[in-house]
Every structure is written in C-alpha cells, then in structure tokens.
C-alpha cells in the first residue's frame, strides 16, 4: 500500500514509470470489470485501453492518491456505460447456449458453460445493476469503494446491490429448478 501510493504520487508529479507501474497493477481488474460490464473481449480491451489513455491524460484530477483506485474504476465505469449506450442493440443468448438451457442435459454443467450463463443472466441485468454486482462480486470492492466508483450513496449501493440480486436470482430459478431435477433424477 505504501508502495502504491508513491507510486500514485510519482505519478501525479509526470513520472511514465510509475504510470506503467499502476498500468501493469490494475490491467487485470480493469480489463475483467469491463468485459464483465460489456459482455465482449474486444470491446472490454478498448475500453480498458481508453481509460488508460484518460487517467493518464488527466493525471492532475487526482487530489488524493487513496482515490486512485475508485476513479480509475469510475473512469472504466464511464468508458462502459458510453460503450453501452453507443450500442443500444440487445445482447442475444447464442442458439446452442438457448438448446442446453430448454433441453434436459445428460451430464453436469462444465464450467465453462457455467460461466457461458452466469455470462449470460448478468448480461440480462441493467448496467447499473451489473456495475454493482461486478465490482462486489468480481473486484471485491467494499460498499463505500462502489459508491466512490459510481458516485452514489452507501444506502443507494447497498439497495442497487440488493435489488441486482434478487433479479439475478429471479431470472437464474427457473433455469436452476430444472438443474437440481435433474441432479436428483440422476441421483435417484
């Protein structure tokens, strides 16, 4: 932590290594919460590439190095949402992915096809409850870090948060009723 935060303030003060420092650092989790929020490889890197370039541009916003972390997520947030609103088109379920969820399937789910669908239901959410869900579940973010990130209240986090669940919860039952039938008939 003490390291970071001189890297922040080297940072701050025009130094490109330590940009590149903070760059390697959080890649990763900025890279992950944006595919997460879009749903897409391609477009989850441009955005993480876009944020990037505005954090670096915009070194002289930051006043205080223990914001670094929940701006630069409302930067990838932002970078999101443009993305978002730019496409305006719905996200489809692939038609093999639609077959295994209508058809009783002979075998457990791989995890692969368990990510395909959390994938998917997440996808089914409103960005701001996927923001929410992401940065909790996926970055391990506490309640007054997502606030930072989406510039609301605790309160305003903790019910979007709620509310985020539940949907998921909601639109996930029919699709797990039929698994746990299926688990017991095999058992049985």
Known sequence: MIQERSLIRAFQHGDDFAFV????RYKGPIYTF???MLLDRDAAQDAMQETFLRIYENRDRLLKTAAFKPWLFSVARNQCLNMLRKRKRCIRLDESLAQRMQAPASRALEKSEQRALVTHFLGQLKPEYREVIVLREYQNMSYAE???VTKSTLSAVKSRLFKARR???ES???FMQHEAQRLAAIES
């Open 21 to 24: 420092s903070l760059y390697n």
């Open 34 to 36: 944006c595919v997460r």
């Open 146 to 148: 997502i606030a930072a």
């Open 167 to 169: 949907k998921l919860a």
């Open 172 to 174: 996930m039952k029919p």
